[in-house]
C-alpha cells in the first residue's frame, strides 16, 4: 500500500513539471489554445486539433500571453495556413498519399 501510495506522489509531481496546453475555446473554425509550451509544439497541436476537425490545418491568428488563437482552414477555402512566427508546419498528409 505505501508503495502505491508513494508512486501516485511520484507520478502527480512529475506530470506537474510538463507542459499544459489545452483548447479553451472552440467556436466554428477558431480555436484558443492556452499553452506554457513552445510555440512549435503549440502549432503542432492546434495543427493536430484541426486536422482532428476535418480541417486542412490551423492558421496563426495573434497571441497574449500563454493565448494562441488559431483559425481551421479547410483546402477549398484557398486560404494560407500561417504557422506561428519562428515555426514551420508540418509536412501535408496529402503528399505523402501520392
Known amino acids: 500500500m505505501k508503495k502505491i501510495l508513494l508512486l501516485t506522489a511520484l507520478s502527480g509531481s512529475l506530470l506537474s513539471g510538463c507542459y499544459s496546453t489545452q483548447i479553451n475555446m472552440s467556436m466554428g473554425n477558431m480555436r484558443l489554445i492556452t499553452s506554457s509550451a513552445n ?14 476537425d476535418f480541417y486542412q490545418g490551423a492558421s496563426f491568428l495573434s497571441k497574449a500571453g500563454k493565448e494562441y ?28 498519399a501520392k
Not at 510555440?39 to 482532428?52: I, L, N, S, W
Not at 482552414?73 to 504557422?83: D, F, G, M, R, S
Open 69 to 96: 488563437r488559431f483559425k481551421c482552414v479547410k483546402a477549398q477555402e484557398n486560404e494560407v495556413l500561417i504557422p506561428i512566427p519562428g515555426t514551420t508546419l508540418g509536412p501535408d498528409k496529402k503528399d505523402d
Open 39 to 52: 510555440p512549435q509544439e503549440v502549432m503542432d497541436f492546434a495543427t493536430k486539433a484541426c486536422q482532428g
